[in-house]
């Protein structure tokens, strides 16, 4: 690993403070969900040389459900890409079916980035306390950057 500091992708989000990410894993640490075992310690350490994390919100309606339902029927007919992790699919079919089950209400989306290129989406339901689903994906930016 290089001892230069990292660059990371520019992104309108800035990242999350230590008492936010402090308020995640006091709230969902021991909670089990889909990469529980990966992405909590990256979040505990919050290192910036290992994961850039970020939080932003947004409302839950029945626009984001289309969105997460078309995303879940494309990634389902697609074939397997080499800069995707295997089991996308699966993960975004499985929070389009927890978004559709859950009430119109805020979601929080956390976003852990690392130097690898492959990031950890979990999504929040804010009124429920709960954790609609987690997505492994990969930044293009970092994976596969010829088409930028």
């Known amino acids: 690993m290089s001892t230069e500091p990292p660059t990371w992708p520019e992104t309108q989000t800035p990242p999350a ?8 894993i006091d709230t969902f640490g021991t909670t089990k969900f889909r990469y529980t075992n990966e992405l909590v310690p990256i979040m505990r350490r919050n290192d910036f040389n290992e994961s850039r994390i970020t939080c932003h919100e947004m409302r839950l309606d029945d626009r984001l459900r289309r969105i997460y339902r078309i995303r879940a029927e494309h990634l389902a007919s697609a074939p397997p890409s080499p800069h995707y992790p295997s089991g996308l699919a699966d993960d975004v079919r499985a929070l389009a079916n927890q978004l ?3 009430s119109d209400q805020r979601i929080q989306v956390w976003n852990t980035l690392l130097r690898t290129g492959t990031v950890y ?8 306390q709960g954790i609609a689903g987690c997505v492994k994906s990969a930044d293009q930016r970092i994976v596969d950057p010829s088409p930028w």
């Open 17 to 24: 403070g230590a008492e936010q990410i402090k308020w995640f």
């Open 100 to 102: 559709d089950e859950a």
């Open 121 to 128: 989406s979990v999504f929040v339901l804010m009124d429920d």
